[in-house]
């Protein structure tokens, strides 16, 4: 793809709808793409394991099998309980090391705790208000520098 750049238009717009179309297709273009399984209702302690021994009970139940099907209830009965044992010795540790961090990340596990994510405002005003102010931060800063350059080659200068 040939990319106009900077000729794409006159006007601040177009120019940024150029460069984001264009961001786009290399994202389109280079980005792979993959489809994962989410199980949201599943429990911290519901393993990939578990989840196969689940979908071979529910096979051997829809087969009609009695036998098959005991078994593989009997199977993923023990593999959740080791399952959910494995976690709460976990959870355990996590509480007895007398770490906050863990501590809270425990708890974050057990509530099922997830922060709600920011919301952005379409505030143009704010934006500016921003811009202006990280600007002014920036050019104070190259002010320091440059004044405090001169100031180290002027003592240079003086000896």
């Given at each position: 793809?040939?990319?106009?750049?900077?000729?794409?238009?006159?006007?601040l717009?177009?120019?940024t709808?150029?460069?984001?179309?264009?961001?786009?297709?290399?994202?389109?273009?280079?980005?792979?793409?993959?489809?994962?399984?989410?199980?949201?209702?599943?429990?911290?302690?519901?393993?990939?394991?578990?989840?196969?021994?689940?979908?071979?009970?529910?096979?051997?139940?829809?087969?009609?099998?009695?036998?098959?099907?005991?078994?593989?209830?009997?199977?993923?009965?023990?593999?959740?309980?080791?399952?959910?044992?494995r976690?709460?010795?976990?959870?355990?540790?996590?509480?007895?090391?007398?770490?906050?961090a863990?501590?809270?990340?425990?708890?974050?596990?057990?509530?099922?705790?997830k922060?709600k994510?920011?919301?952005?405002?379409?505030?143009?005003?704010?934006?500016?208000?921003?811009?202006?102010?990280?600007?002014?931060?920036?050019?104070?800063?190259?002010?320091?520098?440059?004044?405090?350059?001169?100031?180290?080659?002027?003592?240079?200068?003086?000896?």
């Amino acid at each position: 793809m040939e990319w106009a750049g900077p000729e794409a238009g006159n006007n601040l717009d177009e120019y940024t709808d150029t460069v984001i179309s264009f961001i786009s297709f290399c994202e389109e273009v280079c980005v792979p793409v993959r489809t994962r399984k989410i199980y949201n209702n599943d429990k911290p302690w519901f393993t990939a394991q578990l989840r196969r021994l689940r979908s071979e009970k529910e096979e051997a139940r829809r087969s009609g099998d009695k036998d098959r099907f005991k078994e593989a209830k009997y199977r993923f009965a023990k593999a959740a309980k080791e399952a959910k044992h494995r976690f709460s010795e976990k959870l355990q540790q996590q509480f007895s090391e007398g770490n906050p961090a863990s501590v809270w990340k425990g708890l974050k596990t057990i509530t099922n705790y997830k922060p709600k994510s920011p919301q952005t405002s379409d505030n143009l005003s704010l934006a500016n208000e921003l811009n202006e102010f990280y600007c002014l931060i920036a050019s104070s800063c190259c002010l320091q520098q440059n004044l405090q350059q001169g100031i180290n080659q002027a003592a240079k200068l003086e000896l």
